[in-house]
């Protein structure tokens, strides 16, 4: 090896040289952000065919978000310990004006449609009455269903499904969920694109010294893509416990080293926008156990009609008949069902303060055990990674070979 014809090589030709590891520094940042972005957009397939992208979370948005939720409903969140929190005496009294609102409302209505003529020539003292003692029933069946749901919260309300189908509807927020929970480990994956970057390119200033390949350009291009993604990627995670390496760095897995931290942001975006009161009700209202729920209160209904007709039942009988007394109880219970929504949205800050999910997330992560807690953010990564490392790969060594164009011609 003549060391002098490389010595005067390097002088003549010093600015490829020192465009060798800037330009490995901007590979390794490039590619970075690459496939930090292709994580997360398009949130739904861009393309023709096959031939085409959708960000890796929206394109597995089921899987990611089942696999977060198994985490959450195993690990974070006892549904029935949480759903005790909530006093039916405190709920009856949130929604006790709605309530008797909406009674006195759904009486009028029937006796109205079953009996107008009767209604019409009671007297307002009779009225008043009548009213009165629906009015006063009205919150004891409340808060008998409350204590029943309470006792059985999994017989009405699926978490895990409601959690799911809310992320795979809205693609933007299961986005959220990994990103704004990583966002310090996105910032060090691209920036340690440029370290790594600069390591490389130096070994490749050695080799294309030594060479003279065109090939040395694009190769170490893909290596610096392929190498610098997989490390970074790496060093989010592990080790999961601070370890020393060569007697001088100490490391742990940037994810594992933010526990606390990462414990808030994902307790307050599931509070926020997964768990939220308003989503609890759509999901007890129209979930896949919504009809037990409807039963359920059919049931209290129809039980709570007969409790007030008491002695006085066989005259309302003989009066509407004995099919359109069922028929009426029937009709109460649907007209309490379709008031639902709009009467228990007077108690939504009461509910999210009683079941305070983000505090019990919080804690519950900062239990968890290191594999257990690498399990929020893991599942993002571990099955599609490999594409992400393809690509920087790619880019890598096209970038290589534009160097090649620009160096060499």
Do not use: C
Request: glycine share 6%; net charge positive; no cysteine.
């Amino acid at each position: 090896m003549d060391w002098r014809a490389v010595a005067d090589d390097m002088g003549e030709h010093w600015h490829v040289y020192l465009t060798m590891p800037l330009i490995a520094a901007v590979i390794g940042y490039v590619t970075k952000r690459a496939a930090i972005e292709m994580m997360y957009k398009p949130l739904e397939f861009v393309g023709i065919g096959r031939l085409g992208w959708q960000g890796v979370i929206p394109a597995n948005a089921e899987r990611m978000a089942t696999v977060a939720m198994d985490l959450m409903t195993t690990n974070l969140i006892d549904p029935k310990e949480v759903f005790s929190r909530l006093d039916p005496k405190a709920v009856v009294a949130e929604l006790r004006e709605p309530i008797e609102r909406v009674v006195e409302e759904i009486t009028t209505e029937l006796v109205g449609e079953y009996q107008p003529n009767l209604w019409e020539r009671l007297p307002n003292r009779a009225r008043a009455l009548l009213l009165a003692r629906v009015r006063a029933e009205a919150p004891r069946m409340v808060e008998r269903v409350m204590r029943e749901l309470a006792a059985d919260i999994d017989q009405v309300l699926d978490v895990k499904d409601m959690a799911v189908r809310n992320l795979v509807r809205d693609k933007a927020v299961l986005n959220r969920l990994i990103r704004d929970t990583a966002t310090p480990e996105m910032r060090f994956i691209a920036r340690s694109g440029v370290w790594f970057g600069l390591v490389i390119g130096l070994v490749q200033v050695v080799v294309w010294a030594l060479t003279k390949s065109a090939w040395v350009m694009p190769v170490f291009g893909g290596l610096t893509g392929w190498l610098t993604d997989w490390l970074a990627l790496k060093m989010i995670f592990f080790p999961r416990q601070p370890k020393r390496f060569l007697g001088l760095v100490t490391w742990q897995g940037m994810f594992q080293r933010r526990k606390s931290e990462v414990a808030e942001d994902y307790g307050d975006l599931i509070a926020k926008e997964v768990l939220t009161v308003h989503n609890v009700l759509e999901a007890v209202l129209t979930g896949p156990k919504s009809d037990r729920l409807f039963e359920l209160i059919h049931r209290e209904v129809r039980r709570s009609i007969d409790a007030q007709a008491g002695t006085v039942k066989p005259l309302v009988v003989a009066a509407v008949g004995s099919r359109r007394y069922q028929e009426m109880k029937r009709a109460a219970a649907h007209k309490a069902v379709a008031r639902i929504p709009d009467t228990v949205r007077h108690v939504e800050d009461y509910a999210t303060g009683a079941l305070n999910i983000r505090d019990t997330i919080v804690a519950q992560i900062r239990a968890l055990t290191p594999i257990q807690y690498e399990g929020l953010l893991r599942p993002a990564f571990r099955q599609d990674e490999w594409k992400l490392i393809a690509v920087g790969a790619v880019i890598g060594f096209l970038v290589g070979e534009l160097q090649v164009l620009l160096v060499l011609h």
